[in-house]
């Protein structure tokens, strides 16, 4: 029972870098999610996708790629990497069925470091 | 737009007391729920209990309970005979009806119980 995972753990790169985290979950959940973790501000979403081929934006988009071509896998790219996304980064994932207690599932994390 | 509020950045407890850490919301969503997770120091983000906005009781799991005042919009967390493991920072989130699957955060409440 894999659940979801994230890779790479730890990465870090310099100012301008391309830089791609992975997110994969067994669970076949509809919904996944990007978080970003800074001191001060909680957990501020990045992008999320309701299904394959359908992703929208969170409150901190701007720098960011995302793409899902298969249900299972949520890739999040930070195409120029700045400073400033030194963060930790989580992926989610929830069924997203409507109403009741659904909450989200959280993977265990990368810590980004820009250089 | 959605919001909460964590006032309390740190709190300091004996072992075996109880522990409330407050959380303030703000919403136009009639329907919406609202989450406490725990994340350790190991990093992973941990789901505590849910509270749906038309829930008549107050949630309750195990030693967590969470002490909701929809009409001033309050979604307490009360840990009850708290442990050393206890200590950990403790997140306030919220999913309402328009903002799909999304949940926003608060900027959490470090919690330490002291033996």
């Known amino acids: 029972d894999a659940g979801i995972t994230q890779s790479p753990r730890y990465k870090i790169t310099e100012t301008g870098r391309q830089v791609t985290l992975m997110c994969h979950q067994t669970w076949s959940h509809s919904y996944m999610f990007w978080y970003r973790q800074d001191l001060g501000h909680g957990l501020r979403l990045i992008y999320y996708?309701?299904?394959?081929?359908?992703?929208d934006k969170g409150e901190v988009p701007d720098g960011y790629v995302v793409s899902r071509s298969k249900t299972e896998n949520f890739p999040l790219t930070l195409e120029s990497a700045t400073r400033s996304q030194t963060s930790v980064y989580f992926c989610a994932s929830s069924t997203g069925l409507a109403g009741g207690q659904e909450t989200q599932y959280f993977g265990p994390g990368t810590r980004l470091l820009v250089l | 737009a959605q919001k909460i509020t964590q006032t309390q950045p740190g709190m300091f407890v004996q072992e075996k007391e109880a522990v409330t850490l407050d959380c303030t919301y703000d919403?136009?969503?009639?329907?919406?729920?609202l989450f406490w997770y725990k994340q350790p120091s190991s990093g992973e983000m941990i789901f505590l209990i849910y509270?749906?906005?038309?829930?008549?009781q107050n949630a309750t799991e195990g030693r967590y309970s969470l002490n909701f005042q929809k009409a001033r919009k309050s979604a307490n967390l009360v840990i009850s005979a708290s442990q050393l493991g206890d200590s950990a920072m403790y997140f306030c989130a919220m999913r309402g009806a328009q903002g799909a699957q999304k949940l926003v955060f608060g900027q959490g409440t470090r919690l330490t119980i002291n033996p």
């Open positions: 509270q749906g906005s038309y829930d008549q």
């Open positions: 996708s309701a299904a394959a081929d359908i992703t």
């Open positions: 919403t136009s969503d009639p329907s919406y729920g």
